[in-house]
């Protein structure tokens, strides 16, 4: 079983819907991350959890929340859904400290029409 | 702040020989820095990384990368390139000093081995 999972893999969905993509980790990280990703702007952090009391904005947040229900669970949701949030989207977690690498789940692939 | 440049969007070696894929960094501390390799359909999956000692580090699938400090660079290499080495790669830095531990990630290089 994959550490970090995320749900759905692929969802197609129109503009003005609510959405939400899911993440769980089985790594005991308490660090847990969103990131979205678009051809040739590699990767762009949308909100990041150092633990479940602790949420932060990361670079692009806007028309985006998130919850951490747990230390394995982090949520993403687009409130009304636009175009522009076509992307790829993937959650990631680390342990703490600078020199700890991050474990990526295999992503999900939101179109918007 | 802490940025990264991948300058080249694609490389392309023939199978058997050495690659280079090309990172270069900014910080205001000390850098941290990792090579992630992402397949199609898969997420990023990390293979090496520089915190501080020998400037040349040893990662997974028989990788390495060599940090620079005066040319601020962390470039990855392989002395001889697979094709099942084609996928792409992203270098990401992150600064001693600032955004508690947020990582910046480069656009990407794709690299392609040729049989």
């Known amino acids: 079983d994959a550490d970090v999972t995320q749900t759905p893999r692929n969802r197609i969905t129109k503009t003005g819907k609510r959405i939400m993509l899911e993440c769980s980790q089985t790594k005991g990280h308490d660090r847990m991350y969103w990131y979205r990703q678009d051809p040739g702007l590699g990767l762009r952090l949308i909100y990041y959890s150092f633990d479940v009391k602790d949420i932060n904005k990361g670079e692009i947040s806007d028309g985006y929340s998130v919850s951490r229900q747990a230390q394995a669970k982090f949520s993403l949701s687009l409130e009304s859904a636009i175009p522009n949030q076509t992307a790829l989207y993937f959650c990631?977690?680390?342990?703490?400290?600078?020199?700890?690498?991050?474990?990526f789940g295999d992503g999900t692939r939101l179109s918007i029409l | 702040a802490q940025s990264v440049a991948q300058p080249e969007d694609q490389v392309n070696v023939a199978e058997g020989n050495p690659l280079t894929v090309k990172c270069t960094y900014s910080v205001s501390g000390n850098p941290y820095l990792f090579w992630y390799v992402q397949y199609p359909n898969r997420g990023l999956q990390f293979l090496l990384k520089y915190i501080t000692g020998d400037n040349l580090v040893k990662g997974s699938y028989g990788f390495e990368a060599e940090f620079n400090k005066s040319q601020t660079s962390f470039h990855l290499k392989k002395p001889s390139a697979l094709v099942s080495d084609s996928a792409l790669y992203f270098c990401a830095v992150r600064d001693s000093t600032a955004n508690a531990g947020k990582s910046t990630f480069g656009d990407g290089t794709t690299l392609t081995v040729k049989p």
């Open positions: 990631a977690t680390s342990e703490g400290g600078m020199g700890q690498p991050q474990h």
